[in-house]
């Protein structure tokens, strides 16, 4: 059974309904990144940071699967399939897919301020602003805020380096380490994107095909494709 790994950004989720961080009317339009995802934005202004993810989670909970999120899911029926995505939201899951890994935290947890090993899962939406972990530190959003190390990207290169093909979809492959996991797979290995702007190619030497739609459109069209081409014979 052939390997795919699905590396996914924000555009995965824009189809959802989900505002995406760089475009020009995106999240960061309205919000400054030093203001709500800096660890020294969480200790100036903690009730503006958690505020900020509060309203992330709400939209979150509000959307629902596209379905490009559910053509990756039912690619489990036919390949042997992981997730690696950038996104904090849980759609992949909720679409169906099993196997995700989440390179720049969840919303659906929350962590310890003082260790970053004791995580737990919230209900809803809100987080109170007082809510402590059971070490007694404050919760803060389980999300890698700029400037931190990405804990799960060595994770996310061991996947990468087993797979047969990688579908990169809905991201500029411009947020580092992230965009570096395209150098990772064997360069005989074919590599489809699935973007419908100008993702940044030039660290890609493999056999590459283009399909520039969004993610709900341009996701199930290369399902299609890949089940006739490697199952159709």
């Not at 939209?59 to 029926?77: Q, S, V």
């Not at 389980?142 to 809905?170: C, K, N, Q, T, W």
């Amino acid at each position: 059974m052939k390997r795919i790994v699905v590396f996914t950004g924000a555009g995965m989720s824009a189809d959802s309904g989900l505002a995406t961080f760089r475009d020009s009317d995106g999240l960061w339009a309205n919000y400054r990144i030093e203001d709500v995802c800096t660890p020294e934005a969480l200790a100036r202004n903690r009730a503006l940071v958690i505020e900020f993810y509060n309203k992330r989670r709400r939209e979150m909970l509000a959307a629902r699967p596209n379905a490009g999120h559910k053509a990756i899911a039912a690619l489990e029926r036919d390949f042997d399939v992981d997730v690696v995505t950038q996104n904090v939201d849980d759609l992949h899951e909720r679409a169906g897919s099993t196997r995700v890994t989440h390179l720049h935290g969840e919303l659906r947890k929350l962590r310890s301020s003082r260790n970053p090993d004791l995580i737990v899962p919230i209900e809803g939406w809100e987080q109170p602003l007082d809510a402590t972990a059971r070490d007694g530190s404050l919760l803060r959003p389980h999300i890698v805020f700029f400037g931190e190390s990405v804990p799960m990207f060595e994770r996310a290169v061991e996947i990468v380096s087993y797979a047969d093909m990688l579908i990169v979809v809905g991201t500029s492959l411009a947020v580092y380490p992230a965009a570096s996991l395209v150098r990772y797979v064997d360069s005989e290995i074919p590599i489809y994107l699935v973007d419908p702007g100008h993702p940044d190619t030039t660290g890609i030497r493999n056999p590459l095909t283009i399909i520039s739609k969004r993610a709900s459109e341009g996701v199930p069209e290369l399902a299609d494709l890949l089940r006739r081409t490697y199952l159709d014979k």
